[in-house]
């Protein structure tokens, strides 16, 4: 017998493992919208950054600046607004997760593919140049994925 509320515990670990896929889907939507749609998106990025610069500019007349002045001191706090509005862009149309993964996961098909193609090629008659070179072939490509997966 388990733990009173074993049932209970699941479901939540199911619906947890369900929100961390959820939350590789939006990043992705966005990261394909971001990349179809590069002239709205800077819109936006400059419409946040414009906020900021609006809130410091308020703060510093709260703290008795003139509005020209807090104007001035809000954007030169700021710095290069025009730089900070490209690197923000940058970094919407950034990729939402690490490639690392999606790597190596290709390299493991490539090395899947290349051990199906061994095992076809060692079923090949070996008493033609044909079924020797497909064998050749074969182990160098199982041989390449390898050395590639592996210097990663």
Request: glycine share 8%; hydrophobic share 45%.
């Amino acid at each position: 017998m388990g733990a009173p509320g074993w049932g209970n515990n699941e479901s939540a670990t199911r619906k947890l493992r369900g929100l961390k896929n959820m939350s590789r889907i939006k990043p992705t939507v966005d990261f394909i919208h971001a990349w179809q749609h590069p002239d709205q998106i800077a819109d936006e990025v400059e419409e946040e950054l414009r906020f900021h610069v609006h809130k410091r500019t308020q703060a510093n007349i709260e703290e008795g600046m003139t509005p020209d002045e807090a104007r001035v001191a809000a954007q030169q706090s700021f710095g290069d607004f025009d730089r900070i509005k490209v690197s923000c862009c940058e970094i919407k149309r950034g990729f939402p997760f690490d490639l690392k993964a999606l790597r190596m996961g290709l390299y493991i098909a490539i090395a899947c593919l290349a051990g199906g193609f061994a095992l076809v090629a060692v079923n090949l008659s070996h008493h033609n140049l044909f079924g020797v070179i497909w064998q050749f072939a074969a182990i160098a490509v199982l041989m390449c994925s390898f050395l590639v997966g592996r210097r990663k």
